[in-house]
């Protein structure tokens, strides 16, 4: 660091302690060229201190140390720094090499007070101080280093903190579930840079809409909210329990309402089989094709925003209170995280509590069921939340949509009978862990029951569940104990069969990849969300590699630069697709250039096979002889043709992997005289044979 002879520096010098004649004035040294002066005048005419003072404070450039200060007890040494704009940090240093003991004094103020200032590093060893103003104001900033005691031979810095400009992305290379970035520095020094990689089909968790207030009304015994006798289908249970244990419950198919297989018999629309978002799907409402694709990358989690709706009657009965529905959330998590103490089933999949709309409405309480839609005009966007109802459920559990045949449409979502949601002992007889909104949870998320109610023992990924580590199983279990109807012992644990809730715990790893690729294919963009959508990798300096990431996937990926004084604004966003390496795709011939018994190829290619273009090659021929040449640049000459003669030229590329495909062959011939003539004859003439070629070509095929 610079060092600066002290005299030219050693600001004014005053003697707070020892006044003259009692005038209140403090005296100077006269240790400076207007040392006398000033003397004089505050002798004569009594001229305000800190007037004086504050125009002779010396001024400190950035970074600039200034040396060999010192000074006797209590007398104080000004100085100032400008902040400009922008600046984040102020950081003053008085490094102290000799005895002594001065402390520093910093604020925007003149003089800084010795209490309260913005800054002040009193340190009683008489050790070097340190002052750090975080994101200080724009202006100026008044340094006093005063003297406890006499000190010499310190050194005072004052550093102004900026963040660097931003980056700017230069290149993005695609790997195998990686991008590797490159970028230049903006202005400034960066001690490190940062790039993110977002996957911006995947949302935001579900932000928390509004303060979740229960309604005044919400004075109601628990009596009548969750009234213990039971009424189904005309008939009156005395409670939860017989109700679950009655024939009804099971032959008529109490237990849940959700109807598994085409968009025709889906229970809350008539609706038509969804067509999925990102085309040809593995897992149709009639088929499950288990893909590596739909096992979420480790560390990555799928979360979905749920919105509440609990409609309730005017005498309270259905009012479901905060703290359940919290509580039910909880297990919900735990239970698709396979974090329950049974269960090693990680879903990946994650639920936000966004909203709880309570609404009491005795019309909506009594469920229409599968057909009705009333109770949708309180319907959130399906298109980005998880709709939840809790009524009567017209005397099931509950049931949801298929996103085969329901994903985004006006009814799209789960109703639940209010009984079951809750924490894990909530109360409700044999579904008393809050698992009825797990299971149904499941069907939202493409799932189907464990067992076949089309009476048979299939086990496919065409038939059943449409999966295969479930075992066949031909009728629902409702209670603790598997089945053997189809030999092996049923999944009494899964979620998707209709055991009691402490008997099931589980999903399967098909199960799950189902759900995902659901997710993906039915609900990407619209209820699909992520904590971790966004990769990031940091380093010093160019290029950075984020990984973890899917292959096939496009990412926006930015830069940031940070160093002491903060971190910069974002590059530009640039869009990577990450892939596993290979021979590049076929090129095109941009452009051919005619000349003298020569004919130049601009080649094209789209795709490099995220690997660099190693050589490009064109081969042109007459029909009987063959002419090649090959460059390391995009523009190939073919030379040794004859002028007048029609050549077909195709054209191809590689990488370290290997050759592409050669292109569609273009004809052209060589003329002397062409590189007098216009361009874009040549353009246009190019163009007319490459119509005829591609015409000729399509009529071969
Ligand atoms: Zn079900």
């Keep these: 660091m610079t060092r600066i002879p002290s005299a030219s520096f050693t600001p004014w010098r005053h003697r707070a302690k020892l006044s003259l004649r009692g005038c209140g004035i403090a005296a100077r040294s006269v240790s400076n060229r207007f040392g006398v002066l000033f003397i004089l005048l505050a002798l004569g005419a009594g001229i305000p201190q800190a007037l004086q003072a504050q125009d002779e404070a010396i001024a400190l450039s950035n970074g600039v140390a200034v040396s060999n200060l010192s000074a006797t007890t209590g007398e104080s040494l000004d100085y100032y720094i400008d902040v400009p704009a922008g600046t984040q940090k102020l950081t003053v240093t008085l490094g102290v090499n000799d005895n002594g003991d001065p402390d520093l004094y910093v604020d925007t103020r003149f003089p800084p007070p010795t209490t309260g200032a913005a800054c002040q590093s009193v340190l009683a060893g008489g050790n070097s101080e340190t002052c750090v103003i975080n994101s200080p104001t724009t202006g100026r900033y008044y340094i006093r280093v005063l003297a406890y005691s006499s000190y010499s031979d310190a050194v005072l810095t004052a550093t102004l903190s900026s963040p660097p400009g931003a980056p700017t992305i230069s290149q993005i290379t695609p790997g195998d579930g990686s991008l590797q970035v490159a970028f230049s520095p903006g202005a400034g020094t960066a ?43 005309g008939q009156r249970f005395d409670n939860a329990k017989a109700f679950h244990t ?63 709706h609990v409609i309730y009657k005017a005498d309270g009965e259905g009012y479901v209170s905060e703290a359940r529905i919290r509580d039910q959330m909880v297990v919900l998590n735990e239970d698709f995280a396979g974090a329950n103490g049974l269960s090693t089933q990680d879903t990946a999949i994650q639920f936000d509590l966004v909203y709880i709309n309570y609404v009491q409405n005795d019309y909506y309480f ?65 579904y008393d862990e809050g698992r009825t909104l797990v299971h149904e949870v499941g069907h939202y998320l493409g799932l189907r029951h464990t067992f076949n109610p089309e009476g048979d023992c299939t086990n496919s990924y065409t038939g059943g569940d449409l999966i295969l580590d479930t075992p066949a199983q031909l009728n629902a279990d409702y209670g603790s104990r598997p089945s053997t109807d189809c030999g092996p012992a049923s999944a009494i644990e899964n979620f998707m069969n209709y055991s009691v809730d402490d008997a099931m715990y589980t999903f399967t790893s098909e199960q799950v990849n189902r759900m995902t690729c659901s997710l993906v294919n039915y609900r990407s963009n619209t209820y699909a969300s992520s904590s971790s959508n966004t990769f990031s990798a940091s380093g010093t300096g160019s290029p950075i590699t984020v990984v973890g990431l899917t292959n096939g996937r496009a990412y926006n990926c930015s830069v940031t630069a940070t160093n002491s004084g903060g971190t910069s604004a974002a590059s530009g966003v640039v869009t990577g697709t990450p892939g596993a390496p290979d021979v590049p795709t076929t090129p095109v011939i941009a452009r051919i250039d005619t000349g003298d018994g020569e004919l130049n190829l601009s080649i094209t290619v789209t795709d490099t096979g995220a690997l660099a273009i190693t050589g490009y090659s064109a081969t042109c021929t007459d029909g009987t002889r063959t002419f090649s040449a090959t460059s390391a640049t995009p523009s190939v000459t073919v030379t040794g043709l004859t002028n007048g003669v029609a050549y077909s030229c195709s054209v191809s590329v590689s990488n370290a992997l290997g050759s592409s495909e050669s292109s569609a062959a273009v004809t052209s011939s060589p003329e002397p005289s062409a590189t007098t003539l216009p361009l874009w004859i040549f353009y246009e003439g190019v163009r007319a044979n490459a119509d005829v070629t591609d015409s000729e070509d399509e009529g071969s095929e």
């Design 366 to 430: 009594a469920d229409e069921g599968a057909g009705g839609i009333d109770k949708y005009a309180l319907t959130a966007d399906t298109e980005r939340y998880m709709n939840v109802y809790t009524n009567d459920a017209g005397g099931v559990l509950g049931y949801a949509t298929l996103p085969q045949s329901g994903a985004g449409g006006a009814g799209d979502g789960i109703v639940m009978r209010h009984q079951t949601i809750g924490g894990r002992n909530n109360g409700y007889g044999s």
């Design 246 to 308: 009655s024939d009804l419950f099971a032959k008529a198919g109490l237990r849940c309402g959700t109807m598994e297989y085409n968009g025709a018999r889906s229970p809350m629309l008539n609706s038509s089989p969804v067509v999925p978002l990102r085309g040809a799907a593995d897992c149709t409402a009639t088929q499950t094709t288990i893909s590596a694709e739909h096992v979420q990358p480790a560390g990555q989690v799928v979360r979905i925003p749920v919105y509440f």
């Design 191 to 233: 001690n490190s840079y940062t790039v993110s990689c977002e996957d911006p089909s995947m949302r935001s968790p579900g932000e928390v809409l509004a303060f979740v207030t229960e309604p005044e009304t919400a004075g109601f015994s628990s009596a009548v909210m969750q009234r213990s006798s039971e009424e189904a289908r």
